[in-house]
């Protein structure tokens, strides 16, 4: 059945074969091609995501250098964003920081650039490998490579709700912990982004997304914060300590103990 495949990796020009297959076994992806509806593609740029029921939809290619998320581009009024003043990052408050819930690791890199030190769990295999692949390309180039090694670390696939990654995350808790799980969007599909739309497509609902708020809360040091829309219920069903509400997001807080 398609929905048990997993995503294949394969070469985008037949150069990049063996090294397509040494990145599928890597991260545990499908080294055949099969019917699964995305696929993931190694070219010259890097690794990208192709939407093959939407022939039309660009292919997604992360790029923390060149691209949207150019690391320049986010420099400036990182401190004005809502997700900053959640997280409660200010001049000698820059916690440590782990996005439990990285996807395509817009949000962890706007924390990274308010100067947090910021690691990232994805357990989607396709996710992680092509956030893997931007990260990694990124911390080899001349520009970004020393910034993006001190800030950015992807760990191993995997999820606050699997025990193994709980216990080596236990020898080093981080500060705060970020929690933006999938939420089913109601708009129309063509108002959704197109990238939101593939990761919403490829990875589907997080039905589980609850059970997250207590992993986070007891390994936490000191915050957790959940990203909503804004008139989602909480997560859980747990209020929050406190709230900051932006136009289209809500961060829910939920504090342990001040910084
Ligand atoms: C809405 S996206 C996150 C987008 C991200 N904040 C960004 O800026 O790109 C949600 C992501 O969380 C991942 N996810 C959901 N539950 C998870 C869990 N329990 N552990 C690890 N990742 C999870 C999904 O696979 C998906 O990639």
């Not at 760990?155 to 933006?180: E, F, V």
Request: net charge positive; hydrophobic share 40%; glycine share 6%.
């Amino acid at each position: 059945m398609i929905a048990d495949q997993q995503v294949p990796l394969i070469a985008a020009e037949p150069e990049f074969s063996a090294a397509a297959a040494a990145m599928a076994q890597r991260f545990g992806l499908a080294v055949a091609d099969n019917e699964h509806p995305f696929v993931l593609e190694l070219s010259a740029q890097g690794l990208q995501l192709r939407w093959r029921e939407q022939p039309k939809t660009s292919p997604l290619l992360p790029d923390f250098v060149r691209g949207k998320q150019a690391w320049r581009r986010q420099a400036g009024g990182m401190r004005q964003e809502a997700i900053v003043r959640a997280l409660g990052i200010a001049k000698g408050h820059r916690p440590s920081i782990l996005d439990a819930t990285a996807g395509l690791g817009r949000d962890a890199m706007i924390l990274a650039h308010a100067g947090c030190e910021v690691r990232l769990l994805e357990r989607h295999p396709a996710i992680h490998a092509l956030l893997t692949n931007a990260i990694e390309r990124a911390a080899q180039d001349p520009q970004t490579g020393s910034w993006m090694s001190t800030h950015i670390q992807v760990l191993p696939c995997g999820s606050l709700l699997d025990s193994k990654t709980m216990q080596s995350l236990r020898n080093q808790p981080p500060m705060a912990i970020y929690l933006d799980p999938m939420f089913p969007h109601r708009e129309k599909s063509a108002q959704v982004k197109k990238d939101m739309q593939m990761l919403q497509n490829l990875v589907g609902a997080d039905p589980d997304a609850d059970n997250l708020l207590p992993a986070a809360l007891a390994l936490a040091t000191h915050r957790v914060v959940v990203k909503r829309p804004v008139k989602a219920p909480v997560l859980g069903g747990q209020n929050p300590s406190n709230q900051v509400i932006s136009k289209k997001h809500r961060f829910d807080i939920y504090n342990k103990q001040p910084y």
